[in-house]
């Protein structure tokens, strides 16, 4: 079985830093495609940053430079570190990726349970 556990939410003051990161664990066969995704109260849940297996990586435009998300292959883990954080960044997030599981060989997509992230002053 596959899961995929966020954590490094928390409260920060507008301005500030966090850095949120998500392990993968289970019987892993293989990691395509990376992704964080938020969703804030009453809004739809959208895409923040993806990375692919390579390290080639995309973000949503309100992240205007902010953010930066990574991977690290061997641990089976995807980072967004997030500076410069605003109000409006305040939302639950989410990690997900395309896993194949050795039990059952074929790719899905998995997420996990999500990390509060709230800005505030």
């Known amino acids: 079985q596959v899961q995929l556990v966020e954590s490094g939410g928390g409260l920060v003051q507008p301005g500030g830093s966090l850095r949120l990161s998500c392990a993968a664990s289970?019987?892993?066969?293989?990691?395509?495609?990376m992704n964080w995704y938020r969703q804030a109260p009453g809004k739809q849940r959208e895409l923040v940053a993806a990375i692919s297996s390579g390290g080639y990586s995309n973000y949503a435009e309100f992240v205007e430079g902010r953010f930066t998300i990574s991977r690290d292959n061997a641990k089976n883990t995807v980072y967004l570190q997030m500076n410069t954080l605003k109000p409006e960044d305040t939302a639950v997030y989410y990690c997900?990726?395309?896993?194949?599981?050795?039990?059952?060989?074929?790719?899905?997509?998995?997420w996990g349970q999500g990390t509060q992230v709230t800005v505030s002053s």
């Open positions: 289970g019987t892993i066969f293989g990691i395509r495609d």
């Open positions: 997900n990726a395309d896993v194949q599981d050795t039990i059952a060989p074929r790719w899905k997509y998995y």
